[in-house]
């Protein structure tokens, strides 16, 4: 089975802060993605990667940044925090393949709280 | 950006009843992906079906099936003899095969599952 590791499950920071979401995956997957999920707005694409070193903006990039060094590692960066970015991260991956059917799996969320 | 929307943010259950879950979306393209995933308490969001737009055939899953609807752009999530460990958030997911989305999905806001005795 695939394993979408997020680093952690709970994390409380402060405004102003830089802050680093860590998301590794086990199974080779060429294509990443960092959503946000919020009550009532459902899911939201903040970044992806096509591959290593390839990013690309979503729909809400604002306030954040990532980086892909390696396959296996997308990291998800708030610059200065802000508490409106209070809210459940989730990283998840994809194996692409030719004729695109392939689905995303995900890790199991970082709620991320800004005081 | 195509729309995904569900309509019914909450939805109720008994247990070995059966449940649908409406989903409708806008899109003008031919060809794509939709996916049904299931985000339980426990918060790990799993993929419970997906369908081929290209296919006519509603997919199913165990006691998960779809009723596809593709000129009317609706794809429905039925749970037959409904179980407690149903119980979750049920997201409808829309994918174009268009390469500029980086095959990101669309999410509905999803519809809140519970299953009573």
């Known amino acids: 089975d695939v394993k979408v590791t997020q680093s952690s499950r709970y994390l409380v920071k402060r405004t102003g802060e830089k802050v680093f979401l860590e998301c590794v995956q086990d199974?080779?997957?060429?294509?990443m993605f960092w959503y946000r999920q919020d009550p009532g707005l459902g899911l939201r694409l903040i970044y992806f990667?096509?591959?290593?070193?390839?990013?690309e903006k979503g729909d809400i990039p604002e306030g954040y940044s990532v980086s892909r060094e390696k396959k296996e590692r997308f990291s998800l960066i708030l610059e200065s925090a802000s508490t409106n970015q209070t809210s459940m991260y989730l990283c998840?991956?994809?194996?692409?393949?030719?004729?695109?059917?392939?689905?995303?799996?995900f890790g199991d969320g970082t709620r991320l709280s800004i005081l | 950006a195509q729309t995904v929307t569900q309509s019914q943010p909450e939805m109720s259950v008994q247990e070995a009843e059966t449940v649908t879950l409406s989903c409708t979306y806008d899109?003008?393209?031919?060809?794509?992906?939709l996916f049904w995933y299931k985000q339980p308490p426990s918060r790990q969001m799993i993929l419970v079906i997906r369908?081929?737009?290209?296919?006519?055939q509603n997919a199913t899953e165990n006691r998960f099936s779809v009723n596809f609807q593709k000129a009317a752009k609706s794809f429905s999530l039925k749970i037959s003899d409904s179980q407690l460990g149903d119980a979750a958030m049920y997201f409808c997911?829309?994918?174009?095969?268009?390469?500029?989305?980086?095959?990101?999905?669309?999410f509905g806001k999803g519809t809140s599952l519970l299953v009573t005795p």
């Open positions: 998840a991956s994809r194996k692409p393949t030719r004729g695109g059917g392939q689905p995303q799996h």
């Open positions: 997911a829309y994918r174009s095969l268009g390469s500029n989305s980086g095959y990101a999905l669309n």
């Open positions: 369908q081929e737009a290209y296919k006519q």
């Open positions: 199974m080779d997957h060429e294509n």
């Open positions: 990667s096509y591959d290593v070193k390839m990013k």
């Open positions: 899109t003008s393209e031919s060809d794509y992906y």
